[in-house]
């Protein structure tokens, strides 16, 4: 989905290819970390980390690696993934991926956040070449609340 948005957007005419930019929330940022998109202008990833077979599937209610694994989400839809998702994220190592982008990165997490607690973006952190300081919201969870407008800002001060 990520790769027909993004040719889909650079190929307008009035679109400058050299200046996109991507923003994620949760394992987005592993999907556009993945991508390896070596263009981009910037790059925002909130609640972002490694380790992703591990994150994710802990936060399945049930998890079986070889079946179907089931999540209750919050929006009252069950999300179910298949044993090819959990072979497929096992391939992808976020710190080697993280490490080949030289354009500026900004990393935003809720310090209260319990869905991904931060030390598990810490190794990004740690080995992005072109990072700033990262943004740690004091009395956020995973969706940034209740500083989103903090976020917001920092994003807003980031692109300007």
């Known amino acids: ?46 609640g972002s980390f490694t380790d992703v077979y591990t994150v994710i599937s802990n936060i399945f209610d049930e998890f079986y690696e070889e079946g179907l694994s089931r999540r209750k989400a919050t929006s009252e839809r069950t999300r179910i993934m298949g044993p090819h998702f959990w072979a497929d994220i096992k391939k992808y190592d976020m710190e080697k991926l993280i490490a080949n982008f030289d354009f500026p990165i900004m990393f935003i997490h809720g310090a209260k956040d319990k869905l991904v607690p931060m030390k598990y973006m810490q190794p990004l952190l740690k080995v992005s070449i072109n990072t700033t300081e990262p943004v740690i919201l004091e ?5 940034l609340n209740p500083e989103r407008e903090k976020a917001y800002k920092a994003i807003t001060e980031f692109f300007t």
Not at 139 to 143: L, M, P, V, Y
């Open 1 to 46: 989905d990520l790769r027909s948005v993004y040719n889909t957007v650079t190929s307008f005419d009035h679109i400058d290819a050299g200046r996109v930019s991507f923003i994620s929330q949760s394992f987005g940022s592993n999907v556009i970390i993945g991508a390896q998109y070596m263009n981009l202008e910037r790059m925002v990833l909130s």
């Open 139 to 143: 009395e956020s969870d995973h969706d």
